[in-house]
Structures are given as structure tokens and as C-alpha cells.
Nanobody
């Protein structure tokens, strides 16, 4: 099992910044993908940003140029730096990691989720 601990959420005014962190611990073999998702009300959870072990990143169009995802591989931690925040960024943000376990010539992937952290952008 892998445990995820998120931190850094809260209330911020429009135009402000926040930095989310997510630290993974437990039975980690190799974390191939780390990502942030968000969810509001009854909507489907959406991908905000992802980063693979090699460093390639991907962002939702709605956050490009404003959010930056990064990871510290030896600490198994992923960050989401959010700037120029808008009220529509208000959501519960979830950390997601993919643990790839290799056994001989085969491998299996396991996805884990954090408990979610509230981000509210409001004046």
C-alpha cells in the first residue's frame, strides 16, 4: 500500500497563489506518474496536471500558463504551484500516483489517491 498526504490548500483571493504538496510513502517500487485532479460539486473529477518520472508534463488547457507541476523523485513528492488563481479554480484537489511494480519480466500498475484538499478562490 501507498499512502498519500496532501497539504497546502486553503482560501485565497482571485489573482493569488497557492502551492499544493503531496508526499507518498509506504510500499513504493517505482512511481511512474504523479498527477493532480480536481472536482467540484457533482461534476466528474478532471485532470489538472501530470508529470512522469522522466519529467514530461501535461496540463489541462484551463490552467496552462498559470499552474506548474513538479516532483522530487527521491522524496516521492509532487507539487502544484498555482498562480493567477480564479474563482473557477475552486475545487477539491486530489493527488494521484501510479506505482509500477516489476516482477521479473512482468509489471503491474497500481493507482493511489489522496484524501483531497480544498482550494477556495474568493474575495
Amino acid at each position: 500500500q501507498v499512502q498519500l498526504v496532501e497539504s497546502g490548500g486553503g482560501l485565497v483571493q482571485p489573482g493569488g497563489s497557492l502551492r499544493l504538496s503531496c508526499a507518498a510513502s509506504g510500499s513504493i517500487f517505482s512511481i511512474s506518474v504523479m498527477a493532480w485532479y480536481r472536482q467540484t460539486g457533482g461534476k466528474q473529477r478532471e485532470l489538472v496536471a501530470s508529470i512522469i518520472s522522466g519529467g514530461s508534463v501535461d496540463y489541462a488547457d484551463s490552467v496552462k500558463g498559470r499552474f506548474t507541476i513538479s516532483r522530487h523523485n527521491t522524496r516521492n513528492t509532487v507539487y502544484l504551484q498555482m498562480s493567477s488563481l480564479k474563482p473557477e479554480d475552486t475545487a477539491v484537489y486530489y493527488c494521484n500516483v501510479r506505482n509500477t511494480v516489476v516482477a521479473g519480466t512482468t509489471f503491474r500498475e497500481y493507482d493511489y489517491w489522496g484524501q483531497g484538499i480544498q482550494v477556495t478562490v474568493s474575495s
